[in-house]
Nanobody, 125 residues
Framework: QLQLVESGGGLVQPGGSLRLSCAASGFSFDYYAIGWFRQAPGKEREGISC????????NYADSVKGRFTISRDNRKNTVYLQMNSLKTEETAVYYC??????????????????WGQGTQVTVSS
């Protein structure tokens, strides 16, 4: 059974950093692109980053470029999201998603195929 489990969320001050992890099991991890999304209260879900499985290419939403870094370790079946210079408006539940394809493609930010349960990130002083 395919499973994605996020961890690493918590409370951080504005300008601080967090690293989220997404541990995958139950499928051939290196055949799937993996993305990160977030959803703040009262807002639509936002695709923020994606990592292709073969080429290692990455995609980012404009809102996080230069501050967030996605990486993956196919040996550990884990994808990471390093988040720096966090802002209060980035308080949200962060989800990882797997895509039924190896490349992120042009529509990665719209929807994933499989989802984790999410981890809460709160940016507050």
């Amino acid at each position: 059974q395919l499973q994605l489990v996020e961890s690493g969320g918590g409370l951080v001050q504005p300008g601080g950093s967090l690293r989220l992890s997404c541990a995958a099991s139950g499928f051939s991890f290196d055949y799937y692109a993996i993305g990160w999304f977030r959803q703040a209260p009262g807002k639509e879900r936002e695709g923020i980053s994606c990592s292709s499985s073969i080429t290692g290419s990455t995609n980012y939403a404009d809102s996080v470029k230069g501050r967030f870094t996605i990486s993956r370790d196919n040996r550990k079946n884990t994808v990471y999201l390093q988040m720096n210079s966090l802002k209060t408006e980035e308080t949200a539940v962060y989800y990882c998603a797997a895509y039924r394809r190896r490349a992120c493609g042009s529509s990665w930010y719209r929807e994933g195929d499989y989802w984790g349960q999410g981890t809460q990130v709160t940016v507050s002083s």
